[in-house]
């Protein structure tokens, strides 16, 4: 049973226009998520997270939205850059304070 | 220097044999993880260990067994190895902050059993 889900396994994105990906979430008790970017031939490293008090949080040119109702957030590049290639995980900690990952979007950025 | 190291990187191993995939760290955290990632999977937690005296299974424990023999080092064995453990590994790290976890990844094992 997959509790944490993106659907895309991958995204083609022109650089400088706006990257959007998104993960979806079965269990509301969860109420803390994380992106991570990983590159090939690396672990993957933290981008950014929100708690579910908000429903977004910046960090220069990423932007994380949580909607609680739909159990949905979303991951926003703006401008994309080639370099933003990479798979991007979305996770979901859960009570016992364990991360639940979803299975990746690949996101590849044309210059 | 890597805060998170794994050895080996990369391993071509046989079915039936043992295999230990082994993680340090040096970023002084007591809370260490072991998943593997697979093609259309994303990461699954096979162990974690919050203290030296601690050790939890993860989501899909069946077939490894861990040893945590110090704060900085955490291994992962493989009994006896078995094709469908093919995958890459990875170990990861995390401190307990305000309630929350970040956890810190390891450069990865590409395993393959033959």
């Known amino acids: 049973d997959q509790q944490v889900k993106q659907n895309s396994p991958s995204l083609s994105v022109q650089e400088g226009r706006i990257s959007i990906l998104n993960c979806d979430y079965t269990n509301s008790m969860f109420d803390y998520f994380l992106w991570y970017k990983k590159y090939p031939a690396e672990g993957p490293t933290f981008l950014i997270s929100i708690s579910s008090i908000k429903d977004k949080n910046e960090d220069g040119r990423f932007t994380v939205f949580l909607n609680k109702s739909a159990k949905h957030l979303s991951l926003h590049i703006v401008p994309s850059q080639p370099g933003d290639s990479a798979v991007y995980f979305c996770a979901a900690e859960n009570q016992g304070g364990k991360l639940i990952f979803g299975q990746g979007t690949e996101l590849s950025v044309k210059p | 220097d890597a805060d998170v190291t794994q050895t080996p990187r990369n391993r071509i191993t046989k079915t039936g044999k043992r295999i230990m995939l082994e993680c340090s760290q040096t970023?002084?955290?007591?809370?260490m993880y072991w998943y593997r990632q697979d093609p259309g999977l994303g990461l699954r937690l096979i162990y974690y260990?919050?203290?030296?005296?601690?050790?939890n299974k993860g989501e899909i424990s069946d077939g490894y067994s861990v040893s945590r023999q110090a704060q900085a080092k955490f291994s992962l064995s493989l009994e006896s190895a078995i094709p469908n453990q093919t995958a890459l590994y990875f170990c990861a790290t995390s401190e307990r902050l305000a309630g929350r976890d970040t956890q810190y990844f390891g450069p990865g094992t590409r395993l393959t059993v033959l």
């Open positions: 260990s919050f203290d030296v005296k601690d050790i």
């Open positions: 970023k002084g955290h007591d809370r």
